[in-house]
């Protein structure tokens, strides 16, 4: 969903469910990508990555899916448990410098 | 491996003080550090990159006088926020990298400051 003022997009789902989280990124320079979660009152945490050259990644119950002619990124996380419950960042990189440009985010509320 | 750790986790202070910072990398040599500021349910905002040793590059709309970055070392970086005001009230994230591919930034745990 898009952003609305201060009201993050939220994604609710049952424990057990999988889970999807887009992300739509601007800049079709850019060339390598991220995903991080950030627990409340914590600093973002590395999921997992992707360049541009891949349109597909697997981690450990998470995949992310890069679709370059949409400018789009998707974050798939596998049996969602509770702990999975936070706030979900993309960031884009573009080519050779390392500053990162986050997304608006979206927050994941997984019940038991 | 990668830990970053930052210094102190929450600060209260009053309006009109300065308040610093610190930012550490404690098993690697970041060349690169970099300053981001959180208001609550929002994205973080890049404020400055920092390279040991040079001036910080402050983004847009950063006032570089308030907001004081040192990298004085390849393990540390502090950011001063002088002046403080109520609206400077915020989640302040540093992250570091090694500068080599693929440029992944580690983050620190984030300072909650709060100006009163």
């Known amino acids: 969903g898009e952003s609305v003022g201060l009201h993050l997009p939220t994604l609710s789902v049952q424990e057990g469910d999988n889970s999807i989280i887009n992300c739509a990124y601007s800049?079709?320079?850019?060339?390598?990508f991220i995903w991080y979660k950030q627990e409340s009152g914590k600093g973002p945490q590395f999921i997992i990555d992707?360049?541009?050259?891949?349109d597909k990644r697997q981690g450990q119950r998470v995949t992310v899916l890069l679709n370059k002619t949409v400018k789009h990124l998707s974050l798939q996380i596998a049996a969602t448990q509770p702990g999975d419950s936070a706030v979900y960042f993309c960031?884009?990189?573009?080519?050779?410098?390392?500053?990162?440009?986050f997304g608006k985010g979206t927050m994941l509320l997984v019940s038991p | 491996g990668a830990v970053v750790s930052q210094h102190p986790s929450r600060v209260i202070c009053k309006s009109g003080t300065s308040v610093k910072i610190e930012c550490r990398s404690l098993?690697?040599?970041?060349?690169?550090m970099f300053w981001y500021r959180q208001f609550p349910k929002q994205s973080l905002m890049l404020m400055a990159t920092s390279n040991e040793g040079s001036k910080a590059t402050y983004e847009q709309g950063v006032e570089k006088d308030k907001f004081l970055i040192n990298h004085a070392s390849l393990t540390l970086s502090t950011l001063t926020v002088t002046s403080a005001h109520p609206e400077d009230s915020s989640f302040y994230i540093c992250s570091a990298t090694t500068g080599t591919g693929p440029y992944e930034q580690y983050f620190g745990p984030g300072t909650r400051l709060t100006v009163t």
């Open positions: 800049n079709s320079a850019s060339d390598y």
């Open positions: 098993d690697f040599q970041a060349t690169t």
């Open positions: 960031a884009e990189n573009i080519g050779g410098y390392s500053t990162l440009t």
């Open positions: 992707i360049r541009s050259n891949m």
